[in-house]
């Protein structure tokens, strides 16, 4: 059963604290055995790489079919249904409108000391997508990690996506096409994020690795960071709906259904002003539920991280979102945008009840690769920002190089590094 608190509740806080801390962390267990396969990907490249896939996908591949072939890509591409392949083009340029937005501009300035100072960006050389296919198939992932990659500059991008039982979704590849991304490997989990990260005889490495996936992805991505650059932790979904009395308990049910259909930790929770839409939405969840299939995903995601909270006031519901920093808060509320800024850690935000996650998942334009276990704190969904570096720029002339000296050899002194100190007055005469 799904847990129900009510934040009167005297042992509210405890619950809540468990609430937070349940299977959001990667586990050691997971931890584990995510450095041996990331050692033996070191260590044995190709070779470790396919019987890896082997093993965890029976995938049936060999060190020289790890790649897709162009004509793979095409025969595939082409078995894609139209309506599919109209919608992903549809998806695909709102996507990238949205995400043209986002380009950072170079600037470049003289202060009053007459010194130039600048910030220059440039994309990343090389990036590692991945896009996760273990449970279920994510063509609009793809679109998500490439996009932004293509819209920053990046000059190849290498693909991951795992084939279970050596199958592979054609959308996949007709979404990989529609976004221009050629190189293409049929590999997932941690054994994918190491042959990005350190290369193999057939993958060459990468300079990042953005894209969410399971939790052993999300392990390997902070394991193999420092070697490469890493998005964020894109774990395992999770939605948070604030909703009050004007809220309608049946698409409330059914976003939170949504999420958990994601399986493997997803997490789905409801804070509401109104008891009785807390009871009418657990009403709806079973009737909901019952008509999914016996051995659904999102069942399961409801069973086991499914919460509905009561809170008094809108004001603490808030405050509850704000520790909770889900990968998506709805506010399903009569006035959204007044609640809006207060919500101060969500990876994305939907306003009002004629905004289901599932449209910023597929259409809506803005990125579906979402910081999750709570690490919207501190970081932010997927977007161009990831795929440029910043390089700052400074320059002196003489009489701006003396304008500065003093303070900067006094700071050298006191470091006692006078080194510093002589590259500056050398140049001054001094
Ligand atoms: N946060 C986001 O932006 C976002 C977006 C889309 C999907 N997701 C999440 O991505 C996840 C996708 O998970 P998935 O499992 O379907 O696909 P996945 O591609 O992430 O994982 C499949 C891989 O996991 C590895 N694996 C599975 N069991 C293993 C084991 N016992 N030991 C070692 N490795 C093992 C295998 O290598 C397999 O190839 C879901 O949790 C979903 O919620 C998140
Ligand atoms: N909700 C997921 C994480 O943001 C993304 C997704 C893709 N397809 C369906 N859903
Ligand atoms: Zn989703």
Known sequence: MPIRLNATQPDFE?????????????????????????????????????????????????????????????????????????ALQFAHDRIRAHHEKQKPVDHIYQDDLGVTLGTRWSAIEAV??????????????VLMNAIPAKVAGVERIAMAVPTPNGEISPAILAA???????????????QAIAALAFGTNCIARVDKIVGPGNAFVAAAKRQ????????????????????????NPAWVAADLIAQAEHGGGAQSILVTTHPPLADA??????????????????????EDFGAILTVPTLG?????????????????????????????????IFLGHHTPEAIGDYVGGSNHV???????????????LDFVKRTSVL????????????????IAEAEQLDGHGRSISIRLNR
């Open 14 to 86: 405890q619950q809540f604290v468990a609430l937070l801390g349940s299977k959001r962390e990667s586990s050691q267990e997971v931890g584990d055995i995510v450095t041996t396969i990331i050692a033996d990907v070191k260590s044995r490249g190709d070779q470790a790489v396919a019987e890896l896939t082997n093993k965890f996908d029976a995938a049936g591949v060999s060190p020289d079919t790890l790649r897709f072939t162009p004509e793979q890509i095409e025969t595939a591409a082409a078995r894609t249904d139209p309506k599919v392949r109209d």
């Open 128 to 141: 590692g997508i991945y896009v996760p296919g273990g449970l279920a198939s994510y063509p609009s992932s």
């Open 176 to 190: 990989a096409q529609i976004a221009g991304v050629s190189e293409i490997y049929r590999i997932g989990g941690a």
């Open 224 to 247: 193999v960071f420092g070697t490469v650059g890493i998005d964020m932790i894109a774990g395992p979904s999770e939605v948070l709906v604030i909703a009050d009395h004007t809220a």
């Open 281 to 302: 939405v657990m009403a709806e969840m079973g009737r909901q539920i019952a008509l999914l299939p016996r051995q659904s995903i999102a069942r399961e995601g409801w």
């Open 316 to 348: 603490v519901a808030v405050q509850l979102a704000n520790r909770i920093a889900s990968e998506h808060v709805e506010l399903a509320v009569e006035n959204p945008k007044a609640l809006m800024g207060d919500i101060r850690h969500a990876g994305a």
């Open 370 to 384: 979402l910081p999750t276990a709570r690490s919207a704190r501190f970081a932010s969904g997927l977007g161009v």
């Open 395 to 410: 320059g002196c002339d003489p009489g701006s190089l003396a304008a500065l000296a003093d303070a900067a050899v006094t």
